[in-house]
């Protein structure tokens, strides 16, 4: 147990109100539950062995500040009451308060409740307490991202719930990581017109001063951010998840804007200077998310004033960092990347991988004149990585010009620094947290997936194409994340080799499917070469990949095969993407035309994709990690779309689980991953 001078110390650095527990005794508060008066439930977050954040949003329709009163007990009659303290809510703080309660005992399950001075109370949540760091026992967590509440709906915590419950006490959950767009910032109101594909639109708020991007409504100020939560969180699967277990935080692009970055705020209609609407997005962040990080007013009561204009940048640092002074000032209002540690088997790395990336080295369009890109719908995965590695290419001599087929443009990022999606101060932090850990396993807490997405259309059928991709050169579907961050990936991965750091392992959101691999600097006809495991979490419930193109890919089209393939009687096509992901363009092809998925097999190339074990672009659900000092374990619980609310308390049916098993490894050898499917039909995905 820490001392209690830590905790004050703590708290302070944090600007934190402290409830410090004590001798146990039954409440002697007066507490009624009223739902009605808390709308937005209650939260925990950001555990460590011995202290939690509370949270709850308690409004008042006039007055300025009134004071709560937060208990923590053993139990969850209230009859073992161990802390009791004021919990302070403001206008200021859209009438939200966060309470740091310390001195609790580790690896401990407590309830706690929030009461107003008339006793109208709020609903009782639950929360865990991490293991001392010494504590051998295992760890086990979720980890979930893309809520977008706007056409679906949040079954994937239902069914997370209902598992919960019913498990043995060892094996339930500690915590829930969240990896980004916990909100989404573009709304589409019910009478803008139809949703896409199948989906239904719910509404989620009116957002005030908002901006307008064909049917998408966005906020511009801390009100309109305002409203978005106040829309997700009345969500009430959200609700029952975040009361409890207590959720672990970063964001990802939605809690800010659709493609932003720094204090850009961009989508594919315009791009515009966005401090102010930056400020904004981080103050209504820190309003909602119980997470330990520091304010700028240096108090947990409120966020404070940041005073910015919205500024063009022009300039950028070799760290990719935009120079001007209204940039630095909305970024560092907030800096949410941290480390939790969770008893002797789990370091908990986080990163922003928004506020600090610098410009996107893809965007140049002089690019596209090098093929016809409509008949590829894919880019050469050679030239993109020139393209990332800018001046720092070819060990600093990179090419004037890049070619492909023939066609010739000039370089235009020969005199650019390497791409950053982590900047130079928050990587430098990472990788020394990375190589200072003590922990068995070291995961990095990613919003984006790390896993290259590629193929091999060198062998697409002759004619397909109006120019044949040359032989011997992949292609990158994606792009954007860190699955094309060659350089900075490789910093990294390349540190945990030479390090000799064992059990490093990744996981990730943001590309609505799931995917497990190996976690290598190079894929071939480089050097592959695993150093830990990586994984992609499947959207809780956002539009994905095989949804998009059931309705996008006409069914003459020509490329349908490397995406669908419709078989005879069934009600929906295939999803092949997956397929090509994995085993490349051959195997795609002869599955759209035979259904024989081992004919199709023999086909695979096993060069297209020797990093990745599992993938699914049309998952949806969440994922479960358990960490022994022996083995990682991670399960995809897939369900069905989630368009309409499961009634039932499962949540409704399954799609798949299936599981990812790997020992810990040896400082020089290879990690090896093990697919075991539990239940269920996992298609085409391995």
Known sequence: MLSRRHFIQAAAAMGASLAWSGPARASRTKWAERRDLYPEGVASGDPDSNSVILWTRRPYESGQRYVLTVEVAEDAAFKRVVAHAKAPVSSASDWTTRVLVAGLKPARVYWYRFTDKDGSGSRIGRTITAPAANDPRAVNFAFVSCQDINESKLNGYRRMIFEDERAQPEDQLDFVLHLGDFIYEVVQYPEDGKPRFDRKLYEVARIPDALKVGKFHLPSTLEGYRAVWKGFLADPDLQDARARW???????????????????????????????????????????????????????????????????????????????????????SLIIYRTLRYGRHLELLLTDERSYRGPNPFEESATDKLADWADYGMFPDDLLQVLDGGRAFNGGNPPTELEFNGAKVANPNKDKPPQTILGATQKAWFKDRLRNSGATWKIWGSSQCTLEQRADPENFPAGLTKQKWPAGRFANVQGGDFGSAWVERSEIYDLVRDAKITGFAIVSGDLHSFWAGYASAQLPPGKFEPIGLSFTGGSMSSVGGAEANEYAIKKDDKFRPLSLADKPGAARPECTYNMMLRHGVRSCFEYAKSFDRAKALALSNPDVAPHLKFVDIGGHGYATVRLTGEEMRTEFVCIPRPVTRSESPDGGPLRYRVAHTAKLWKPGERPELMLQVIEGDIGLSA
């Open 246 to 332: 207590p959720f672990v935080c970063i964001w990802d692009n939605h809690e800010f804007s659709w493609q932003g970055w720094q204090s850009i705020l961009k989508n594919p209609k315009f791009e515009q200077p966005g401090q102010t609407i930056k400020v904004a997005a981080n103050q209504a962040w820190f309003e909602n998310i119980p997470a330990r990080v520091k304010a700028p007013s240096g108090s947990f009561d409120e966020f404070g004033s940041v005073p910015v204009n919205n500024v063009k940048i022009e300039k950028f640092d070799d760290g990719g960092l935009g120079l001007e002074p209204n940039n630095i000032a909305a970024i560092n």
